[in-house]
């Protein structure tokens, strides 16, 4: 079993910044695509950014030039920057990881529990 556990939420003004961290452990062999969700309420989850295993990322409009993703493949940990935050970037944000768990193509898909980032105005 894989687990993924997210830190880093928590409330702050808008034009603050923040940092999420998503540590994955369990039974790995190989992690592929690690990325960030999210999901306001009301609305339905969306992509924030995802990372490769080699370094490619790929992230959304609404956050380019704001939210910088990064990993540590050592660690199996994903990491998430946010900065110039904005009331609108209030929401539970997941962490999201393609796992292999033994050697071979065929990965699963996990997820974290989420972590609660709110941004005042």
């Known amino acids: 079993q894989v687990q993924l556990l997210e830190s880093g939420g928590g409330l702050v003004q808008a034009g603050g910044s923040l940092g999420l961290s998503c540590a994955a452990s369990?039974?790995?062999?190989?992690?592929?695509?690690m990325g960030w969700y999210r999901q306001a309420p009301g609305n339905q989850r969306e992509l924030v950014a995802h990372?490769?295993?080699?370094?490619?990322?790929n992230y959304a409009d609404s956050v380019k030039g704001r939210f910088t993703i990064s990993r540590d493949s050592a660690k199996n940990t994903a990491y998430l920057q946010m900065d110039s935050l904005k009331p609108e970037d209030t929401a539970v944000y997941y962490c999201?990881?393609?796992?292999?768990?033994?050697?071979?193509?065929?990965?699963?898909?996990?997820w974290g529990q989420g972590t609660q980032v709110t941004v005042s105005s």
């Open positions: 999201n990881a393609e796992v292999a768990v033994v050697n071979g193509p065929f990965t699963h898909n996990y």
């Open positions: 369990g039974t790995i062999f190989r992690i592929d695509t």
């Open positions: 990372i490769t295993s080699g370094g490619s990322t």
